[in-house]
């Protein structure tokens, strides 16, 4: 099962910036969150990850609360390329470990 | 960053058939994971694959309806063995790889198959 909750779906204006919550109430002191976005009919994209600090690239920035049960994925300056399923997932930051999706939340930018 | 390749990008086959994909690394990779998604559908796992081993399957999934070769560290197949049109899906290679500051999986472009 996955160990995450997102919304099913959310829509956002062009240009506004998008922001995408999701809960892990369970995660173990050594997962990280992650996300991934997949964009129609392509394989997942990695986005950003991170532990418990904040964490920013140049695509988003990763808010993870104090108590780290659950993070809001911000895309700053949503354009219509943005509109995709996004994902947030928890897993250790070491090894192989798999990724385990769940339903994720379908992203909608509205012109 | 990983890039992957895989064939066919896409098939029409007809039930009772079996259909082999392919899927190539630009870099040599300890494991590959193969990844399920049905229409409408999240991903699902259904094995990973090492190289030089038999593969793990999940849940659900058996070796006899999706055998798996993986003969080097940059290439690996999944046979969808005797269709049927349950397995209408896109199915999507993966790849992990980690250093000491990141571990990041990046999938392929994946293989959109329909059964008739």
């Known amino acids: 099962d996955a160990k995450t909750t997102q919304p099913p779906s959310m829509d956002c204006a062009e240009g506004r910036a998008a922001n995408l919550p999701c809960n892990h109430s369970?995660?173990?002191?050594?997962?990280?969150v992650y996300w991934y976005r997949q964009i129609h009919s392509q394989g997942p994209q990695y986005i950003i990850h991170?532990?418990?600090n904040n964490e920013t690239n140049e695509m988003a920035s990763l808010i993870i609360t104090e108590d780290r049960k659950s993070s809001t994925l911000i895309l700053p300056h949503a354009t219509l390329r943005d509109t995709a399923v996004y994902y947030c997932?928890?897993?250790?930051?070491?090894?192989?470990?798999?990724?385990?999706f769940g339903t994720g939340t379908r992203l909608t930018i509205i012109p | 960053s990983a890039v992957i390749s895989q064939k066919p990008s896409r098939d029409i086959c007809q039930r009772g058939t079996s259909l082999t994909i392919q899927c190539q690394v630009d870099?040599?990779?300890?494991?590959m994971f193969w990844y399920r998604q049905q229409p409408g559908q999240s991903l699902t796992l259904i094995a990973t694959?090492?190289?030089?081993?038999?593969?793990?399957?999940e849940s659900g999934f058996v070796i006899d309806k999706f055998p798996i070769s993986r003969p080097n560290l940059t290439f690996s197949t999944l046979t969808v063995s005797n269709m049927s049109p349950e397995d209408s899906s896109i199915y999507l290679c993966?790849?992990?790889?980690?250093?000491?500051?990141?571990?990041?999986?990046?999938f392929g472009p994946g293989t959109r198959l329909t059964v008739l």
């Open positions: 991170g532990l418990k």
């Open positions: 997932i928890v897993r250790p930051n070491f090894g192989n470990e798999k990724l385990t």
């Open positions: 369970t995660i173990s002191g050594n997962e990280y």
């Open positions: 993966s790849v992990n790889q980690a250093t000491s500051s990141y571990n990041e999986q990046f």
């Open positions: 694959a090492n190289q030089g081993s038999e593969a793990t399957y």
């Open positions: 870099s040599q990779v300890t494991m």
